[in-house]
């Protein structure tokens, strides 16, 4: 089955820029979602198909997917950014249709 | 706005059965799918599988086939998730969310936004 890889932890200081990667067979050619989760909160979408923003999630956010990575950018990083970022991905030649990455803890030091 | 609530906290024992609810609201209710996802106590996100919400169709995680059943009941805009056979492992948050289909250009589906979650603890 289809396997996503992600860093378990990134750590990054206040107003720099964060990015969680998120590595698979020919991802490139898969559409990519990224959910935020902050702890004891459902997921939240924050990027979809690979780089759309939905409505309320702010521009620091963007996304891009390319070959075997896809990446989640956070720029100008806040406190509040602090949470756990999921990849996601449909797979039909899977059994598992939907696949998540492992997850990353984002630390904002 | 798009809304989905969650029926509340279920503590059960090894082999009961845990039917968990999905109350839609905001959107036509059959216009889209309802996924489920499992979050165990410290651990990432597990799909579990998806119903139409149009015409009943289901598609369930290889793992869970013959132990979990979903269904939905339109005239309430409600979605359930029933797991028979529980065992310790199955100890977990469950969530349902509503998919998203972009079948133009690259396939793509995704979830927004989801429920507030229901634990389900499973414990003798």
């Known amino acids: 089955s289809y396997v996503l890889t992600q860093p378990p932890s990134v750590s990054v200081a206040p107003g720099k820029t964060a990015r969680i990667t998120c590595g698979g067979n020919?991802?490139?050619?898969?559409?990519v979602h990224w959910y935020q989760q902050k702890p004891g909160q459902a997921p939240v979408l924050v990027i979809y198909?690979?780089?759309d923003r939905p409505s309320g999630i702010p521009e620091r956010f963007s996304g891009s997917n390319s070959g075997n990575t896809a990446t989640l950018t956070i720029s100008r990083v806040e406190a509040g950014d602090e949470a756990d970022y999921y990849c996601q991905v449909w797979d039909s030649s899977s059994d598992h249709l939907v696949v998540f990455g492992g997850g990353t803890k984002l630390t904002v030091l | 706005q798009v809304q989905l609530v969650q029926s509340g906290a279920e503590v059960k024992k090894p082999g009961a059965s845990v039917k968990v609810s999905c109350k839609a609201s905001?959107?036509?209710?059959?216009?889209?799918?309802i996924s489920w996802v499992r979050q165990a106590p410290g651990q990432g996100l597990e799909w579990m599988g998806w119903i139409s919400a149009y015409n009943g169709n289901t598609n369930y995680a290889q793992k869970l086939q013959g132990r979990v059943t979903m269904t939905t009941d339109t005239s309430t805009s409600t979605a359930y998730m029933e797991l028979r056979s529980l065992r310790s492992d199955d100890t977990a948050v469950y969530y349902c969310?509503?998919?998203?289909?972009?079948?133009?250009?690259?396939?793509?589906?995704?979830?927004?936004?989801w429920g507030q979650g229901t634990l389900v603890t499973v414990s003798s």
């Open positions: 969310a509503r998919m998203v289909v972009n079948s133009s250009g690259r396939y793509g589906v995704w979830f927004d936004p």
């Open positions: 198909y690979d780089s």
């Open positions: 020919n991802i490139g050619s898969k559409s």
């Open positions: 905001g959107y036509t209710f059959t216009s889209y799918g």
